[in-house]
């Protein structure tokens, strides 16, 4: 009897052991092999310790309908340890009617804060195998053997776009909803769906959601956050699940029916990356293949959750020089409103605001502009407070002054010249649409100066019409505006509005309230281009000229004091808008529309058959020109000058 009782006291000192070393380990048991062999040696000795005991213990435990295991005494006691799992028991019936559809674990674990915390919980999403429109279905499972507290839910509208394809009502309809729970949710916002409420999970237990989509004229791409905390951690847990939802709206009149899809993240940016679609089914993905590859650009930042930095690299090398990547750079924007971007990736975009031939590759796309969204993401992440410099200038303010110099850029309409074509604007309408963004986002931060400083900018407003390439109405409009002028009328004639702002600066340049903007320490291009518009000596001017900045010797050829030596050193540089604003300036000499009136190109040779000071020679040497739309703008000139 004794050797029973110290065999039992062994076999119950490993049994408290393996208990001992499963409650206290960090990490939940993930291999197979070990569990099963803990398992097995747990039972074992509990079996071994009741053997000892006085009473009988008789068991039934139901494995399937047709196997049934009973056992008694010490067998009993093997079985019930070995066969049945507590926290299994203690799930919810929702809970295990998804877990018993649940992915593998390296499925349904996805990244969590970064860095991991010690001895940091596993946490997560479960999504039932079939998703039926307008439900999805799924499940935050607690994986780890501590208690855990979700403290928030956000249900994140990543990326919404239009599809056209129901009837005209749909147009005007809202493009997303979600049920109750949730409030009308706009492109890139997070919506709570806890709203203040906390969720308990023991270790192994789960808790069920179900939220309710209704979608119309769109496919969107929804992503889920959870937030939870426990005892041993010092901040709050970050979880995504593995996969995105894509959910494309019903068309009755075409008999397509709401569809909730699951996409994996990894397996989406490789996609993308070779200009494909992840696995999707219906006929929406199929037929607007488009837009479903441009909601994924403007969702690339959820995609790459977890890996931002890493991916960011493989981003810039192939969409950087293309049209996809506005999109891209508006998704990361809106991300950095929520979390924290690396510092690399938000000089990226800095960078990419900053640099006119990047905006100019970023149209408005499904109704919204993609510089704007990333001008507003970087300007809210800057402080208002003054900065540290003697002028006391804010810190917003000075970052809008650096946005404003860095973009000022001369139009590129007219590089390629078309001598036989006279409708060039239709043959670069995406020269066109680019040159738009470009001119929208300038507009944007100029009028947070306008309501920061009222008059006070009035000075920095007129450099920049005086430096407009394009449209320069659009300033003027913005002048009008800051003078509180209600009379504003567009005119579509460039030279005229030059002409009539450089008059009406040279009649109220004294006065010191339109000047109160400090805009030139921390605006280095326009403030050269400044010098170059108000300079009058010869010398000074010329080597002005010779400036590797264009900007500069644009301003160098709206000055009214230039002569044929200064014009001489501009026309050696490429750009032909600096020849073209020479030829179309009425101010400009009949020595200097001599020359002009040999440029290679087109465009400018058509300004000076323009221009009421072109003499006789010139218009002999335009009549024989080679282009016919030369010839077209000097008939029509001849033709206004015998009606006048």
């Not at 507590?86 to 970064?114: G, M, V």
């Amino acid at each position: 009897m004794a050797i029973e009782i110290i065999l039992a006291f062994l076999f119950g000192v490993t049994f408290l052991g393996v208990l001992t070393y499963a409650a206290l380990r960090p990490e939940p048991i993930s291999d197979e092999h070990q569990f099963f062999l803990l398992r097995v040696v747990a039972a074992i000795s509990a079996a071994a310790c009741a053997a000892i005991v006085p009473g009988f213990l008789d068991v039934n435990i139901g494995l399937t309908a047709q196997i049934v295991v009973r056992a008694g005494g010490a067998i009993a006691v093997f079985v019930v340890i070995y066969l049945l799992n507590p926290p299994r028991i203690a799930l919810s019936p929702a809970a295990q009617d998804i877990q018993q559809n649940e992915l593998p674990t390296s499925e349904i674990i996805d990244q969590q804060t970064t860095p991991i915390q010690p001895n940091q919980p596993q946490v997560g999403f479960v999504f039932a195998n079939s998703q039926d429109y307008p439900q999805c279905t799924f499940s935050i499972v607690n994986h780890s053997r501590s208690p855990i507290q979700i403290t928030g839910l956000q249900v994140i509208n990543v990326a919404t776009i239009k599809v056209e394809a129901g009837p005209t009502r749909h147009l005007m309809g809202a493009r997303m909803r979600i049920d109750v729970d949730l409030c009308k949710m706009d492109e890139g916002n997070y919506n709570s769906v806890l709203q203040g409420q906390v969720s308990n999970l023991g270790p192994g237990e789960a808790e069920a959601f179900a939220i309710n989509f209704t979608s119309e004229n769109s496919i969107n791409l929804i992503d889920l956050e959870a937030e939870y905390i426990a005892a041993n951690m010092t901040e709050p847990g970050i979880i995504r699940p593995a996969k995105l939802l894509f959910i494309s709206a019903p068309v009755e009149t075409e008999n397509w029916t709401g569809t909730i899809q699951l996409i994996a993240r990894n397996q989406c940016f490789e996609a993308i990356c070779k200009n494909e679609l992840p696995p999707l089914a219906g006929p929406i993905a199929e037929k607007y293949s488009n837009d479903v590859l441009l909601l994924l650009y403007r969702g690339m930042a959820h995609i790459c959750w977890g890996r931002l930095e890493e991916r960011w690299e493989q981003i810039e090398k192939q969409f950087l020089n293309t049209i996809c990547f506005g999109p891209i750079a508006a998704s990361f924007a809106e991300f950095s409103k929520y979390h924290k971007l690396p510092p690399t990736i938000t000089i990226a975009l800095e960078t990419w605001l900053s640099d006119p031939k990047q905006l100019s590759k970023a149209p408005v796309w499904d109704n919204e502009s993609h510089a704007l969204i990333v001008q507003e993401a970087l300007l809210d992440s800057v402080s208002t407070s003054k900065s540290e410099d003697r002028l006391n200038v804010p810190q917003h303010i000075v970052k809008i002054l650096a946005m404003l110099d860095s973009n000022v850029s001369i139009n590129k309409m007219f590089e390629q010249d078309r001598p036989d074509r006279e409708s060039d604007i239709n043959d670069n309408i995406e020269d066109l649409l680019g040159e738009v963004t470009v001119l929208e986002n300038r507009k944007s931060l100029l009028r947070k100066l306008i309501d920061q400083y009222s008059v006070g900018c009035i000075e920095y407003l007129i450099v920049n019409l005086r430096m407009a390439s394009l449209n320069t109405s659009a300033y003027e409009e913005l002048l009008y505006e800051c003078l509180g002028m209600e009379d504003f009328k567009f005119c579509s004639e460039e030279s005229v509005i030059q002409q009539r702002w450089t008059e009406w600066w040279e009649e109220h340049d004294n006065k010191k309230e339109y000047r109160t903007l400090e805009w030139r320490p921390h605006s280095p291009r326009l403030g050269k281009a400044s010098k170059a518009l108000e300079a009058s000596n010869s010398n000074i001017l010329k080597e002005m000229a010779k400036s590797k900045d264009p900007i500069v010797r644009l301003a160098v050829a709206r000055n009214p004091f230039i002569n044929l030596e200064v014009v001489k050193e501009l026309v050696r540089w490429p750009e032909i808008f600096i020849r073209l604003s020479l030829a179309e300036n009425p101010d400009t000499s009949r020595v200097i529309l001599n020359l002009l009136a040999n440029d290679e190109s087109s465009f400018v040779r058509r300004w000076v058959a323009c221009n009421p000071n072109t003499d006789s020679e010139s218009i002999a040497i335009l009549e024989k020109d080679k282009s016919s739309a030369v010839r077209e703008f000097l008939k029509k000139r001849k033709q206004t000058t015998s009606s006048t």
